[in-house]
């Protein structure tokens, strides 16, 4: 399981709660994060909620969950990582 909570808004800060894997290793999100510092955090509306569970089931590192769930990934504007194009909410985000 993975959550994240809004921690403020002025400054926009949030708090990621990411578990490791049922074996005790850190999931592929982890691992990124630490290598780039940036990532980008999607809120899920019903029409995509079904494609937005697959895209946490753990398939190999080098398969790309986006396009596996059959959603499209566009760039961002702030960060290197890139952002689902349909969601209603991408928030794009750098480790402090």
């Given amino acids: 399981m993975s959550f ?6 002025d400054p926009p800060l949030l708090i990621l709660g990411i578990q490791t894997r ?12 630490r290598r780039s510092g940036e990532f980008v955090v999607h ?3 019903i029409a995509i909620a079904k494609k937005m569970i697959f895209t946490g089931i753990n398939l190999p590192s080098d398969v790309d969950e986006i396009q596996a769930s ?10 290197a990582p890139p952002r689902i194009q349909v969601s ?6 750098r480790v402090l």
């Fill in 4 to 9: 994240i909570s809004v921690f403020s808004h």
């Fill in 22 to 33: 049922a074996s005790g290793n850190s999931k592929d999100t982890v691992a990124n994060i």
């Fill in 43 to 45: 809120m899920v509306d």
């Fill in 70 to 79: 059959g959603l499209t990934s566009v760039s961002s504007v702030k960060v």
């Fill in 88 to 93: 209603p909410c991408a928030m794009e985000c």
